[in-house]
Every structure is written in structure tokens, then in C-alpha cells.
């Protein structure tokens, strides 16, 4: 391994990302993507679009995504996660559509990074702890090794005035620190390729005037150039860095990767922060132990495995680019198996958790002309994560907010961010809980699109009200909390696997899922009741008896999918795309 490539060098000034600006940086030969978020994270990417190559750094910076002007595809801030592919606007992209990130320290008015560091970044001790002053970066067409020679030959004066003798206090991998009259400055030398470098300095305690002091190295680090390139010229010109990298395919980009069997508990997660979102509702900010969270979609939910042993799925009401933590909000029910309750009484601030990486298995379309958002109780979490990044891209979207009471509103700080695009019912019979779906939904147009979350009753209301005025079925979106079919599992069938070429017996009080899992056929699973649609399978003979509540009707009808978990089959065998 390079032992360069471990080293920590500056790649960028702060005064390189100032509001909503994508910097392009450059470090052994890799081109970086250097931007700043509006939560104040630096992130370091490398400079090229998954999808053409396009560099990042010609995109657009929105505050909390990075988008690629080409086609489109948007990244998250802190993870590089694409989540959001234009030519695919009814997915969700696979959480392996990520681009690379470097590490990224700001210190003392630099941005510093490793291609592949060793260990954690450390302040030169030079600098710990004292005023500094970051000069304008200078580039230099010559190797990284001549250009730290000469750096070495740098005279200054503390004032500015003429050059005075100056010592070589101490020369590490990428830089010097040199002394004139007491003054001390710092010369780094930024490896861009294998003839190209760029010269950073940074003055210790530096006198007043700053404006006199730039001019002053601008000129003497000018000058310094000059010399260096002088002698690069007669020198060969190294061959320049080769990099490689991986190219995504487009076609598969959209298509979520397929998960291991079962709920999955693959993170830790320690409690931040646990807090009354409204009355009933807890709210919990859950943050890694040690790595960066995966990325979050809009309307994506977590498995949450608790201290009883119990698992249970909880919606995301992430904005787009919170990265660094999960936030999810817990109704207590009343009569709860033991999930609830657990989490609003057993589980406290500190505690750690496992979790799954978040699935996306209600999707956000983000080319609507108009979406409306209906959200009753506890389906608002959901529907926050969407409402959030419908705004942030200022799209056109309503969120119709059904709750008991104002008691009742959820997570009021994101709701009073949302203004005017938040109309909230409190109280409502159920009739006038209809009359004022009919009234949310009776402008139906082309590309609009509905998204409902809550109570199976209101859902089912929404559904058919949404049908009888004009909605069609592919506008529609929704997602329940749970199953409120009552499952009948009394049947027995054969399922046949195509692509694993076995076939195998259901038998009475037995799922699809199960017998799968039993003979070792990796299945992906959450809820495991027929409501989160993790388990989808597809169809390829036969007829299934869907007892789920995640297909829609035209779906059902079409026998092309099945849910494993609790659905089962009409014919004696089913022919499944497994």
C-alpha cells in the first residue's frame, strides 16, 4: 500500500464552500466533490455521477441533497446514498447505489482528507490551540515531492515587509513549519497528481492585518512557484495516476437489492434523545454506535428489535440529508402485546438498540404535479419524511392531517415548518371525516398522486373515496400499519421455485415464508402480516389467495405477485420467481 495514500492532506479552504457551492477538489489523482450542507457537515465525494460520470462538481448543491444536472440523480448529504432516480420515479433506489466518500476534517480554515488513512486526522501541534490565517492556495505544475523541497526554501517576515532569514522548524510527509522573527507558518503541500501539487499556507497568530498579510505570501508564494516550476521543467514528466473505478448499471440502479431472510437486526443504535412528540406519541432520535447510518428514503421504515424480544416496524420521519440519525415516533396502544409499551416504558435515553437498515418499501414519486399527503394518528411519520422533501424541492403538495385533538399533532416543530401546505382535522366524526376527504380529493388531474397512511378503517374510507372521485388505482399509495384481514391458513398447496428448482409442500397453519426459510431459501422479511410488502414474491403459475393488505386490487386481480407471509393459494401449486 502507498503510504502517502494514508496521510492526511488539505484538499480545500473553507472559504472553497460557501452557501449552496460544490468545490472540485483534487488528491492523487482522484477528482474530489467538495461541498458543504446546510447543516454545516463538509462532505467529501469523489467527483463523478453513478450514473454517466458527470462530475458532481457542476451539479447543484440544494442545501441537503447534491444533484447531478445531467439526468437527475440525487445524493444525501453525509452518505452519498442516490435517493432519487428520475427514470424511475416509483422506486426506490437500492441502498448499494452509493457513491464513494472520503474522510473530511475542518481545522483551522482548511479541509483536510485521506484517500486511506491509517488512523483519525490529528491537528499538527504546531497549530493546536492558536490563531491561524489560511493563505490563498497556489498551484504548482510539479511532483509533490519537488514542490515540499522547495516549500522548504520559503522566506517571510512576520509583518510583511522584506524576507528575513527563515528556519525549517520541522518537515513531516506533507508540509513544513518555518520561523521568521518569531512568526511561524505552516507550508502544506497538497498532492493533486504525480506533477501537479498545490502549495497551502497557514500563518500561527498572525498579526492584525489580514488583507496586508495575503497579499504579502500571494506575491512571495507566487514567486515560489515560479522557481519550482522552474525546475520541473527540467525534470520528465512522471506517467500520470491511473485510478479505477466501478461503473453502475442504470437499468439495474432502480431495483433494490434482495435482503436475507427474516427481520433483520444489523445496526446498533444508542437512544439520544426520547421525548413526548404529542399526547401518546413518543418520539425517539436514534444515533450509531460507530458507522454512518445507511440512507434514508422518504417513506421508509426500520425493524426495531427491543429489550423483551419482541420486533416491530416504525416509519422514518427523516427530511432529506438528515443523515446522522433515525427519528421515529411510537404510539402507545391500548392494548398492547408488549411493543408499545416497551418502548414507552422500558426503553430509556442511553439504552441500545439493534435495528435494520431502513427499507423503502413506500416510495415518494417525486414527478407529481400535485400530491396530497392524508395522514390519520400515528400515519403522520411517514408522511413527515415526505412532506419534508417535497418542500425542500419546492413541489406542490398539501398534507391533510387527521388527529383527536391539537394535543394529538405529532411532532409540532416539523408541522409549523410546512405552513400553508399543512391543513390539519381535529375531532371529525366519521362523517365528517368523509366530507372532508371528498373535498381533499376532488380535483383529481393528471400526474397527481395520493399517499395515505393510517388507521385501516380511514385508510379503507380514503381508498374508495378516492376511487368514487375519479382517482385511478396507479395514483394511489398507501400503507398500513397492520393487517386487518383475519388470515386463513387452513389450506395446503405446493409451491415449485423456479429458479432454485425445487418444489416444495405448505402445509395447514403454515406460510409460504416459513417453509421457505425452513429450507434454507433466503426470503426478505418485516412485519411478516401482510402489510409492509417486504416479502413480495412473484407469480409465475398459478393462483393466489391474497389475505394481504399491501396490493392493490388491480394487483390482486392480475395474480402476478404474492405476499409469503400470509398469503396462500387457490390451485394446488404455485410457481414462484424464486
Given amino acids: 500500500m502507498n503510504e502517502n495514500l ?11 464552500l460557501p452557501l449552496r457551492h460544490v468545490y472540485q477538489g483534487q488528491l492523487w489523482g482522484r477528482e474530489l466533490a467538495v461541498w458543504r450542507a446546510d447543516d454545516g457537515f463538509v462532505n467529501v465525494w469523489e467527483n463523478r455521477c453513478l450514473h454517466r460520470g458527470v462530475r458532481l462538481s457542476i451539479g447543484l448543491n440544494e442545501g441537503r441533497e447534491l444533484r447531478c444536472l445531467y439526468h437527475g440523480w440525487r445524493y444525501a448529504n453525509r452518505t452519498a446514498g442516490c435517493t432519487y432516480i428520475p427514470a424511475h420515479p416509483a422506486d426506490a433506489p437500492a441502498r448499494t447505489i452509493c457513491n464513494n466518500t472520503y474522510h473530511a476534517i475542518e481545522a483551522h480554515g482548511l479541509v483536510w482528507s485521506s484517500v486511506e488513512p491509517m488512523g483519525d486526522f490529528a491537528v499538527p501541534e504546531a497549530l493546536e490551540g492558536q490563531e491561524t490565517l489560511a ?53 502544506f503541500v497538497q498532492p493533486i497528481d504525480a506533477d501537479r501539487s498545490v502549495l497551502r499556507g497557514v500563518l500561527i ?82 444515533e450509531s454506535l460507530n458507522e454512518q447510518l445507511p440512507t434514508v428514503q422518504p417513506g421508509a421504515h426500520i425493524d426495531v428489535h427491543m429489550p423483551n424480544g419482541m420486533s416491530r416496524q416504525y416509519s422514518l420521519t427523516n427530511g432529506p440529508g438528515e443523515q446522522d440519525h433515525y427519528t421515529i415516533g411510537v404510539k402507545l396502544e391500548p392494548k398492547s402485546r408488549g411493543g408499545s409499551e416497551c418502548m414507552h416504558n422500558a426503553v430509556q435515553t442511553g439504552d441500545v438498540l439493534a435495528i435494520s437498515a431502513p427499507r423503502a418499501n413506500f416510495p415518494l414519486r417525486r414527478d407529481a ?129 423456479a429458479r432454485s428448482a425445487l418444489t416444495l409442500h405448505v402445509p395447514a397453519g403454515k406460510s409460504i415464508l416459513d417453509v421457505l426459510q425452513e429450507n434454507g431459501i433466503e426470503t426478505p422479511s418485516s412485519c411478516e402480516q401482510g402489510a409492509c410488502g417486504t416479502c413480495l414474491a412473484t407469480v409465475i403459475e398459478g393462483e393466489p389467495d391474497h389475505q394481504d393488505v399491501y396490493l392493490s386490487d388491480s394487483e390482486k386481480a392480475s395474480n402476478s405477485k404474492i405476499l409469503t407471509c400470509v398469503s396462500r393459494s387457490k390451485s394446488k401449486r404455485l410457481v414462484l420467481d424464486i
Fill in 6 to 16: 494514508q496521510h492526511w492532506y488539505p484538499v480545500a479552504s473553507s472559504n472553497d
Fill in 135 to 187: 493563505l490563498r492556495p497556489i498551484p504548482v505544475k510539479a511532483a509533490p515531492e519537488l514542490a515540499l523541497k522547495h516549500a522548504a526554501t520559503y522566506r517571510f517576515s512576520a509583518d510583511g515587509s522584506a524576507a528575513n532569514d527563515t528556519s525549517v522548524e520541522a518537515k513531516e510527509g506533507g508540509y513544513v513549519l518555518l520561523s521568521a522573527d518569531g512568526a511561524q507558518m505552516m507550508l
Fill in 205 to 286: 497568530n498572525p498579526t492584525e492585518d489580514h488583507l496586508a498579510l495575503l497579499r504579502y505570501h500571494n506575491s512571495g508564494l507566487s514567486a515560489l512557484r515560479d522557481v519550482i516550476e522552474s525546475d520541473a521543467a527540467k525534470l520528465p514528466t512522471p506517467a500520470a495516476i491511473e485510478v479505477s473505478f466501478s461503473k453502475v448499471d442504470a437499468d439495474l440502479a432502480a431495483m433494490p437489492e434482495r435482503a436475507k431472510s427474516g427481520p433483520k437486526a444489523e445496526l446498533r443504535v444508542t437512544v439520544a434523545q426520547k421525548w413526548l412528540a404529542s399526547d401518546g406519541v413518543m418520539g425517539f432520535r436514534l
Fill in 369 to 497: 404535479t400535485q400530491t396530497v399527503l392524508v395522514a390519520g394518528g400515528i400515519g403522520i411519520t411517514p408522511m413527515l419524511a415526505m412532506a419534508q422533501t417535497l418542500k425542500a424541492q419546492n413541489l406542490p403538495f398539501q398534507l391533510h392531517y387527521f388527529a383527536q385533538s391539537e394535543a394529538h399533532l405529532s411532532f409540532r416543530p416539523i408541522l409549523d415548518d410546512l405552513g400553508e401546505n399543512l391543513i390539519t382535522h381535529l375531532g371529525l366524526s366519521p362523517d365528517e371525516t368523509g366530507v372532508a376527504l371528498r373535498n381533499a380529493l376532488a380535483s383529481y388531474d393528471y400526474a397527481h398522486h395520493l399517499y395515505i397512511c393510517g388507521p385501516g378503517p380511514m385508510l379503507e374510507a380514503t381508498r374508495k373515496i378516492a376511487g368514487d372521485q375519479g382517482w385511478p388505482e396507479e395514483a394511489v399509495h398507501f400503507e398500513y400499519f397492520k393487517n386487518v384481514n383475519t388470515i386463513d391458513d387452513s389450506s395446503s398447496f405446493e409451491v415449485a421455485l
